[in-house]
Each structure stands twice: as C-alpha cells, then as structure tokens.
C-alpha cells in the first residue's frame, strides 16, 4: 500500500473530509487544530514506516493487530454508510435508500478484484464533485477566499439574508439541524407557513416558562433573546430578514477567534485528539505497513491533503458569507447540500452543483471501502491477504454496518472512535517496534490497550466522566496508547533484565 | 542518513504542530493579530502548517531516495 490513491483514500473517507467544512463553519478557528493533525496524521505515519528488509518486520502480525484492525474498518464504513443516510435524508428521500445504495456499491466493488486500479480516478472525481461547486460560489460572492474570510471575520452578526428561502417562503424547521431546541439571540417574529404547533420556554428571571402555541398559516409569534422554540415534525416557518440566525456565533470575530469551539478548548481536549487522529494515522498508515511511499507518491498525498484543508475552509467562509442561514439549529455535514440552493440564484446550477457534491461523497465512500479493505489484506500476512476480498465475510459487513446505519450517530465521532480504538492497539506497537517484536508482549500491550479504551469510552458514554475524567473519556485513545506503550516498555525491560 | 532523515520529518511535523499550539496559546489574543487579510493562528493553522507539514515530509523522502551511505 504504497500508491497515492489509496493512502488517500483509506484516510479521507467521508465521514472524515465532509466533517471539516462542518468543523469550520461550527467552530471557525477551533476546527484548524482538527484541519492540520489530518494533514499532519498521514505524513507522520509514512514516515515511520521501515524498509521491507527490516529484521523487526520478520515478527508475524499479531491477531488482536489484524481482529482491531478489521473492527476499525468496519466502524469507518458504517460512519460512510451514516453520512450516506444523512446525505439521502437531507435530499428528502427515506435514509435506507442512501444506506442502501452506497451498501450495494462498497459491495459490488468487493467483488471487484482490480477496483484499487480505479481509485485514482475515483478520488479526481471525488476532489472535483467537491470543488467546482465551491468555484461557482466564489463567482457568486466574487471575492477571493482571503478577502471572503475577511469579511466574515469582521461581520458584526450572522443574520438571514433578504432573499432566504426560510424568509420568504419559509421551510420545515425539521431541515435545521434539529437536535435540540432552537434558542434565539435576539427578538424574532417568526410567521406559520401552514398549520404549526409549537413549544415556546420563555425565561423570566430564574423561572422558564412554558407554552404550547397553535399557529396558522400567516399567524405570527414574536420571540424574545434567550427563549427556546421547539417544533411538531413538519412545522414550516417563516423567519425575518436582517434578525440574527439562531445557533449562529455572536459575531464574525468571535467565529474567526475560534470562541464557540476548540481554539479556547483545554489542553487535554486537544491533546486527546491529537493522540487519536496521528494514533489513528499511524495505525492505518504506518508500520507493519512496508516500503515507503516514493518522492511522487509522497508529494501526491501532500498536495491532496492540503487541497482538502483548503477546500474545507473554503466551503465554511464562502457558506458563512453567502449562506449563513445554514447556521440555524447547528451545524451537520450533510448540510453542505443546502448551500447551492441557498447561494446560486439559477435552480438548474444548484441542482448540478448538488448533484456533484452527492456524486463526490458516494465515490469517495467506494474509494475507501476499496483501500480499507486493502489496508487490511496487508495486515493479514497468515492469510495471504484473503480477508480484505472475502465476499462472504464483506457480504455480512456491508448488511451489518448498513442496519447500524439506519441508527442516526455523528459519523465524526465514529470516525474518531475507529481512529482511536486501532490507534489504542496498533499505535504502541509501531512507535516502539523492538519491544514489540515479540508476538507475546505486542499481544499483551495490545490487549493493554484495548481495554483501556474500551472502558473509558464505555465510561464515557454512561457519563461517568467526570470534569478532569471528561476529556480522557471523550478521546480514550489520550490513555490507552500510553498503557500500552507502559506495557511494552515494562517488557522490554524486563527481557533486557 | 536514512536515519537521520526519517527522524528529522518526524520531528519537523511535530513541530508544526507545537508551533500551533503555542501560537493558540499566546497570552493576550496575540493569535488573532492580522497579517493582511488573515490572523496569525489562520495563517499558520490553515495555510503555512499544512504547507510546510507536507514540505518536511518530502525532504525526508528526498533524502531517503539518495543512495544509502549506511
């Protein structure tokens, strides 16, 4: 696995590049700390790697290596196979036929023996379903990225432009992101687009109040800072034009400084993430992965990997600028579709420039179940690689991670959860490759590894997590690389005794 | 050689990243100065760190492509 197109395409996977621009528009500065250990992750992990005649590669790959391995790819192609679902929703189509259909395809593509022949062409097509849609929002805005960031970042408020399709004809509020209540910063008359009914809580001093309102087409209700709305499925409402979007950051400034995200993060945050994305980059990409990426190769992966930190941030300011009502109710991914429709004035543009971001996450979603799978024949050295082509076995996945699919999860943090359980066991092994040459201490440190991240994330998702216990449960990788590189260090003294 | 170069990348991409986070961490909003249109945690976060990230990654493998002296 030394060729470009699959070193990007097993670590760009959706769930991973759509999340970016998502973390941009949510977070502004916050998200650059993600942006750059995704750039950094892969780089590190090829650089690590050994030369095929390196005496430590000799030792064969422990089974917890390959059964983690396999668990973490499964976990990625059900966050592609989530974003699919969210991608097929947000076109208004039920989630099983985007689950489907991407199942099908990853599957068809199993069968495939030369598919890895094709990911070149299946990433270009991928890098250009992304970018030419933003090439005809920055005509639209007509400004250059740097100049639109400066704007954004000196806008005194995200606020529903005039020519909104939530101001004039009003939509569904369910289109928001819809995870919550909406809460609003600023005093909004909002006008029924039909019949709605709706949950008003008003804060008065200490005491919330609250209300259940019936409204009918025209009626309007006027809401006050401070109070949360909450709407029947299929509410549509009308929003006023020039009022401050709800879920959108105070200001431009505060978005650009990073205040609603990870910039004013802590450290450990930070630092459990770092741990999980090059932990996981090392464990995908890195050792007992052989032979080094040439020059070319390496200088490809590079040139993507920055074009994708470029693309996502550009997707967030030229959306921040000309679609800030994509703020309302929060940031998901899939809500990248929404931009065309709300930007390009032409439907027939929009309706290509949305085709072509579909286009992009559906290829991009066969590119990595191709490499993934591959990446995993190449840690079945016993088998002689037969498990990443294994029809019957990837028959099970396919259907598997298709019916987890259907259960609506934040593909980002699966896709985290993947990076950080493999980089929990196969990270130590690769940092310290000579106490992990003997397969029974590597298998310890392993298992080490794995239930350290097990239990916290179990203890994470009961909420056990306490203030100082939170960022380590969010992110279990931040202790479970460390025990097992404990272990491996305790063994290797002890064989050196 | 070959040694030398591999630890130097990794080192160097580290760095990037260190540099980062000090630069997220200057007292004083000193991150959110402007050079030109963007601030200094934007230039090096979004533009000069993926960069140069990608730069110290090649001269590891420019110099892991000579031939080997070892």
Known sequence: MTGAGGILAAWLTPAVWLALPALFLEQGAGALWAGLLLVTAPLLALTLRRAPSDPLLRAPVPLIHVATLFLAVVALIWAGLVVAGDVALRLGGPRWHGIALAACGGLLLTAWRGAGRALPALLLIAALGLGLPLVLLARVAGVGPLEAWRVVATSPAFTFPPGSPWVAAGRVLGLAKGRGALLFQEEHRLTAAGEVALRLATRDGRQTTEREISLTAGQSVTVRPGDRLEAAPGARLRFEAGRRVPGAPETGMAWAAGAAGGARAGFLDGLGLAVTVLGGGIALLGPPLVGRPSARALSTVGIALVGVIWLAQGWAVYTALRAPEVFLGGISPERLLDVPALVLVSRTSAWRAQAMLVIAVAVGFFASTVALRARLSAADTTGGGEIGSDLGLWSMVFGMAALASLWAVDPWRLALAALGGAAAVLAPAALLPTAASRPVVATAAGIAGLAVFALLLLAGRLGAGGSWLGPVCDQPALAAVPAGMLVLWLAARRAGA | ?70
Do not use: Y
Request: no cysteine; glycine share 10%.
């Open chain 2, 1 to 70: 050689m070959r040694a030398v170069a591999k630890k130097s990348s990794s080192l160097l991409l580290l760095a990037v990243l260190v540099v980062f986070a000090i630069i997220s961490a200057l007292p004083g909003d000193v991150s959110q100065i402007r050079l030109g249109p963007l601030s200094l945690l934007w230039w090096w976060g979004g533009v000069l760190g993926p960069l140069i990230a990608v730069l110290a990654a090649l001269v590891g493998a420019g110099a892991r492509d000579e031939p080997s002296a070892e």
